[in-house]
């Protein structure tokens, strides 16, 4: 898989426009607020840079990188609801790769869950997935387990209605406003959300009272212990603000779900696109690199690229995780 398969160049490139018009448009004279490691819940942060304005900021304990202070959550969700960049994703830049994503994401996405709970012995009857967006990885679990009991939860009108056109049973809501489902799920996902979320560790509470006792959440999202990222740092487009404001360090994994009542916590980073994403941000911006003899040749040679990116999946440096955590 590349990254320009996922996110074609054009494409990418108008919703960062976007993102950063809707940044000036949605926040501008907001008061913002410190907010505590979305990780550990330490206090003890440093700044790192400013992007669109949004200040990001490193906790000196975990190594978690996040945006602080942060602007109300009443501002997000208007930005969510109404902004030209989040219209953009659900209308244009999804809809345009989503056969793509099929193969190329979400299939595998169920194998390599399949194996995960073969693994695990999870029995999974029923399976909400929150954040459903166009009900693809539901739609092809379903494929793979049509007994099983899916529920969709899915807060956007249009992405919910995309769920039900795939006669998949939908929750029109933010999680936390999801009444009368907890404790009965045998495994909770949430893929490509966390990263977005105003307060991580009420949201990861919240996924944990969906469980039954003995079941599982499973979220993936973005790792800032990972190459791209360690790499290009604020020049990342993954640091996009106000999209992605939370990338936290395996080790801040370990602790968030912990400190949300969670067991059994293991995180794996099975990205496959950190050295293509870094080589395609040295093609657009070929000073990024400068010097780096090393880094360069290792990246230019095709066998050890995929070596490199082998080597980071093994040793959890890439900057895609899976955590996957257990509720007594
Ligand atoms: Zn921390």
Known sequence: MKEHEIRPEALLNRFLELTAEDAKNYFSNETRLEVSCVACGGTQTKHQFDKNDFAYVRCVDCGALFQSPRPTIANFELFYRQSKSSCYYAEVFFPAIAETRREKIFRPRVEQLMKLCEEKAINVKRLFDVGAGFGIFLEEWRKCFPQAQLLAIEPSAPLARECRSKSLEVVEETVENVVGRDNSADLVTCFEVLEHVYDPLAFLQVLRRLVRPGGYVLVSTLCI?????????????????????????????????????????????PGRLDVDIVRNACKSNPELLQGQRFLNNLLEDDSSATALQNFLVEQRKSSHAWVIGQKK
């Open 225 to 269: 212990d990972g190459f791209d990222l360690q790499v290009l740092w604020d020049k990342s487009n993954q640091i996009s603000p106000p999209h992605h404001i939370n990338f936290l360090p395996v080790e801040g994994f370990k602790k968030l779900f912990q400190r949300a009542g969670l067991i059994n916590v293991e995180v794996t980073t």
